[in-house]
């Protein structure tokens, strides 16, 4: 079966640390640029992170630079998104999304529909709170 499963979600306290999972079936994900996105209640959905498919080049949300970290494992297929000394307004649903022609930056940047991307995930729920 062909799919993007997102995972590693969880509560937290401020201050506390996860790390997210973004794993491919069925499809090569150092083919495509990946992003992270998240959206909470209320608001847009919004980019947090993305790596390029090519280069290795990321991007980050001013929001997250400096506690977030997005990397790849070709051999288990996976991204990750390492999210450290996180915050309430950090709480969100997270998705990862795999686009084929995706550029790091506008692929953060300029959000588009979900059936857009060649691959979403069903998303994870992130919740900091005390």
């Known amino acids: 079966q062909v799919q993007l499963v997102d995972s590693g979600g969880g509560l937290v306290q401020p201050g506390g640390s996860l790390r997210l999972s973004c794993a491919a079936s069925?499809?090569?994900?150092?083919?495509?640029?990946i992003g992270w996105f998240r959206q909470a209640p209320g608001k847009e959905r919004e980019g947090v992170s993305c790596i390029s498919s090519r280069d290795g080049r990321t991007y980050y949300a001013d929001s997250v630079k400096g506690r977030f970290t997005i990397s790849r494992d070709s051999a288990k297929n996976t991204v990750y998104l390492q999210m450290n000394n996180l915050k309430p307004e950090d709480t969100a649903v997270y998705y990862c999304a795999a686009d084929y022609k995706g550029i790091v930056q506008a692929m953060c940047v300029m959000v588009k529909r979900v059936e857009e991307y060649d691959y979403w995930g069903q998303g994870t729920q992130v919740t900091v709170s005390s």
């Open positions: 069925g499809f090569t994900l150092d083919y495509y640029a």
